[in-house]
């Protein structure tokens, strides 16, 4: 199979600077590749250049075996392609969460009942059910980042683009998203700065560095250290591990 998604020679300036600068690039189908790098370093630019967000100034992108250059080119790909923003608030527009996780069907062409059902069964299976009638500006930051990502989901990607996914996220809702993101047979780039979470959900590592991609190894060694709990004074406290 041909890789869903190949960067040539990809270079991308922001405010100036040479941010991507003639960067390669392959993912394969079901391939879980982890983005590691600096703050700075480009991570995002390159998810958002991935979908045409960001516009290559030299090189070629191709996505679902088709060469993208054009607006009207990436806009196939942004339905294909599911990208969790490293900002929730950047990504949730509509009045309430359910809505916000409906939109994405409903653009895709689901009636409106389809994508309230879609809508539904995705907070279902992501444990939010609670949170879909509330106002989606009034939420949490980490409850923020889940009804994005049910929005991200409810679309069926075939490729989906993690900017920090577990930002904000409690030790419950971190493990099922670890869970979740284990479980889906597609093929994903996690850019993430938590070791633990790409070292157990990756297959390859990349690290962005001077513009461009470098094939990149976890090490591990043996490491004593303590686990830091916290316990509420004088009763039952959080004993997790
Ligand atoms: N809207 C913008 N205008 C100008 N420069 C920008 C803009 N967004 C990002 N940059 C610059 O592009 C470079 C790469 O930023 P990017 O957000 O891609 O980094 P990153 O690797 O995702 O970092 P982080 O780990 O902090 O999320 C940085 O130097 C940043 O200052
Ligand atoms: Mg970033």
Not at 67 to 94: H, N
Not at 168 to 197: K, Q, T, W
Request: glycine share 10%.
């Amino acid at each position: 199979m041909s890789p869903l998604i190949i960067l040539d020679g990809v270079t991308v300036s922001r405010g100036g600077r040479r941010v991507l600068d003639s960067a390669n690039l392959r993912l394969e189908a079901g391939e879980r590749l982890a983005l590691v790098g600096p703050n700075g370093a480009g991570k995002t630019t390159l998810l958002r250049t991935l979908i045409g967000l960001e516009k290559a100034e030299a090189g070629t992108i191709t996505a679902f075996g088709a060469e993208r250059r054009t607006e009207r080119d990436f806009r196939p790909v942004r339905a294909r392609a599911g990208f969790l923003f490293q900002d929730a608030d950047d990504q949730l527009f509509c009045p309430t969460a359910i809505d916000d996780v409906a939109f994405g069907p409903l653009n895709l062409g689901l009636s409106a009942k389809a994508a309230a059902e879609k809508a539904r069964a995705v907070l279902e299976r992501l444990h939010l059910s609670h949170l879909a009638h509330r106002i989606t500006h009034h939420l949490s930051g980490g409850e923020k980042r889940l009804v994005a990502l049910a929005g991200v989901l409810a679309m069926d990607p075939e490729v989906l683009l993690l900017d920090e996914p577990t930002n904000a996220l409690d030790d419950v809702h971190y493990g099922r998203l670890n869970e979740i993101l284990a479980n889906l047979p597609v093929a994903m780039i996690i850019v993430s700065h938590d070791r633990r979470f790409l070292h157990r959900l990756s297959s390859r590592v990349v690290a962005l560095q001077g513009g461009r991609l470098h094939p990149a190894a976890f090490h591990s060694h043996p490491h004593t250290h303590d686990h830091l709990h916290i316990h509420l004074e004088g009763g039952e406290g959080d004993h997790r591990h």
